[in-house]
Each structure stands twice: as structure tokens, then as C-alpha cells.
């Protein structure tokens, strides 16, 4: 749920970048405030990096090696390790922590973690609402995209949460 989570974030980020405002633009086109496409961008790329790194733990806690880490990233199997590894253990610690740690200064991404740790179902719950939300209706994704295939069985929780 985590790289799910990292996946919603980085579209969100990614989003938020399209739009172009007339209030952003000079007349003759160029931008009113420099930087700020940089910024949107920079926005972007640190999300990006997010959920490769959840996409990497993922990986990891799914049993791949670090040389089939390496391999999809076109990173050697050391780089791979030193780079990932950290939020492999980032991650392990949390999970056996009470308290959820996240490198996010204070804020929703914190609160979002937090949430997640303490109450998966209703994360998952979350992020069916997003995905169904952004659903461009070429695929039919189901009533439950994530927590359908995350909690499915006796500890499925019951019933969908109104948004």
C-alpha cells in the first residue's frame, strides 16, 4: 500500500503541474514567475523518486534480490543495495514500531503514513476512492482497485466508506 500511496502521490504532483493559468503567462507567452515551472518539476521528480524507492521495497519484501533491483533500475547490484536498502530498513522499522516514522517534514504525508500503519483497511479503502475518482473508464477497475486484491478473504473489511 505504500507504493500505492507514493503512485497516487507522484500523479497528484504530476497533476497539479499541467494546468497553465493566464495568470502565469506574460503576454507574449513566457513565464510571469521564474522558477516555478522548475519547482512543479522538481515537485514531480522527488515524488517519482518516492515511489521507486516504495516500488524497491516492495520488490525486496516480495523476495527479489538486490541484482533484480539493479537490473530493472539499469543500476549495478551495489548501487541498487547502497541506494535502497536504507528505505528497506526505513520501512521494516516501521513496521515494528508504534510510533510511524516518516523523512516527510510535519504534515499530510505524516498523517498519511500514520494512517496507513495504524489502519490499513481504511487506507485501502482511501485509495479505492482515489483510483475510482481518476478512472479514465477504459478499464473496468472494480468496485475495490486496492483493496480488493490487498485484503481479499475473511479480512476484507465490510462494505464501502461514502466520500
Same mark, same amino acid.
Given at each position: 500500500? !505504500?507504493?500505492?500511496?507514493? +503512485?497516487?502521490?507522484?500523479?497528484e504532483? +504530476?497533476?497539479?503541474?499541467?494546468?497553465v @493559468? /493566464?495568470?502565469?503567462?506574460?503576454?507574449?507567452g #513566457?513565464?510571469?514567475?521564474? @522558477?516555478?515551472?522548475?519547482?512543479?518539476?522538481?515537485?514531480?521528480?522527488? /515524488?517519482?523518486?518516492r515511489?521507486?524507492?516504495?516500488?524497491?521495497?516492495?520488490?525486496?519484501? =516480495? =523476495?527479489? $534480490? &538486490?541484482?533484480? !533491483? $539493479?537490473d530493472?533500475? $539499469?543500476?549495478?547490484?551495489?548501487?541498487?543495495?547502497?541506494?535502497?536498502? %536504507?528505505a528497506?530498513?526505513?520501512?521494516?522499522?516501521?513496521?515494528?514500531?508504534?510510533?510511524p516514522?516518516?523523512?516527510?517534514?510535519?504534515?499530510r504525508?505524516?498523517? &498519511?503514513?500514520?494512517?496507513?500503519?495504524?489502519? %490499513?483497511?481504511? +487506507?485501502a479503502?482511501?485509495?479505492?476512492? &482515489?483510483?475510482?475518482?481518476?478512472?479514465? =473508464?477504459? #478499464?473496468d477497475?472494480g468496485p /475495490?482497485?486496492?483493496?480488493?486484491a490487498?485484503?481479499? =478473504?475473511?479480512?476484507?473489511? @465490510?462494505?464501502?466508506?461514502?466520500t
Amino acid at each position: 500500500m !505504500v507504493m500505492a500511496y507514493e +503512485a497516487c502521490r507522484l500523479a497528484e504532483s +504530476a497533476r497539479a503541474a499541467v494546468p497553465v @493559468g /493566464a495568470h502565469e503567462l506574460n503576454p507574449d507567452g #513566457t513565464a510571469r514567475a521564474l @522558477g516555478a515551472a522548475l519547482a512543479d518539476a522538481a515537485r514531480v521528480l522527488a /515524488a517519482a523518486r518516492r515511489f521507486v524507492a516504495a516500488a524497491a521495497v516492495f520488490e525486496r519484501l =516480495g =523476495g527479489a $534480490g &538486490w541484482h533484480l !533491483v $539493479g537490473d530493472a533500475l $539499469g543500476l549495478p547490484t551495489r548501487t541498487a543495495r547502497e541506494h535502497f536498502a %536504507p528505505a528497506e530498513a526505513g520501512f521494516r522499522a516501521e513496521l515494528r514500531s508504534t510510533e510511524p516514522r516518516s523523512a516527510e517534514p510535519p504534515g499530510r504525508a505524516d498523517w &498519511w503514513r500514520s494512517h496507513l500503519v495504524r489502519e %490499513p483497511h481504511e +487506507a485501502a479503502l482511501d485509495l479505492d476512492d &482515489w483510483v475510482l475518482r481518476h478512472a479514465d =473508464g477504459e #478499464t473496468d477497475l472494480g468496485p /475495490a482497485p486496492v483493496s480488493g486484491a490487498l485484503f481479499a =478473504g475473511p479480512h476484507r473489511p @465490510g462494505g464501502r466508506r461514502a466520500t
